[in-house]
């Protein structure tokens, strides 16, 4: 499918998913520093072009090792303080980043594909419409999260089973952005 049909302008949000869309996702782990936290090829150059584009970019993002004990919210800010400060400097943006800390299946549940780091996004940003929102992910998780939404979806291919077809499926995110 072909994003031409879509009538995407300067008013659209773009939601993205971190590990395995931004950076190199550790398999069966998690990023806790920004040690750790390696940018996936062409993602400054294509942050950059979207930068130049959408009016928000929004980042929502599953870490679950918080929960888990293997890492603190303070953890997560750190990596994305360090992420997003390399972004702006390759002429990028990121206007905010939300995550979710807990387990699957917690009470308060702010995961993917649930739509609660959306509606905070909406809170903070009240001209995000989610008909006029792209979500960008490579897990089903993302898939449904954008489409439960409205949203239009990518998929940025990955090694893990996929069960849930996106609007559009690309290689990477630098792939992606040479299509706006």
């Known amino acids: 499918m072909s994003i031409d049909n879509w009538n995407i302008d300067p008013t659209w949000t773009l939601f993205l998913d971190r590990d395995g869309v931004i950076n190199e996702r ?9 040690n750790e ?4 090829p062409g993602v400054l150059h ?3 072009r979207f930068a130049r584009f959408f009016n928000r970019i929004v980042v929502v993002t599953n870490q679950q090792g918080v929960g888990k004990g293997l890492m603190t919210e303070r953890n997560v800010l750190e990596v994305h303080s360090y992420m ?5 400097r390759s002429m990028g943006r990121v206007d905010k980043c ?3 800390p807990n387990l699957v299946g ?7 594909p649930g739509p609660v780091m959306a509606e905070m996004a909406k809170l903070e940003f009240p001209e995000i419409e989610f008909e006029r929102s792209i979500m960008v992910g490579d897990t089903d998780s993302d898939i449904l999260f954008g489409k439960n939404l409205g949203m239009k979806t990518v998929r940025i291919k990955t090694v893990e089973p996929i069960s849930v077809e996106a609007d559009l499926t690309c290689e990477s ?5 040479k299509m706006i």
Request: with cysteine; glycine share 8%.
């Open 37 to 40: 936290f390696e940018f996936l």
């Open 98 to 100: 939300f995550f979710a």
């Open 26 to 34: 550790i398999m069966g782990g998690y990023v806790t520093n920004p």
């Open 173 to 177: 995110l630098a792939e992606f952005s």
């Open 46 to 48: 294509g942050l950059a």
């Open 84 to 88: 997003c400060d390399q972004i702006h």
């Open 106 to 112: 917690a009470e308060e549940d702010l995961r993917k």
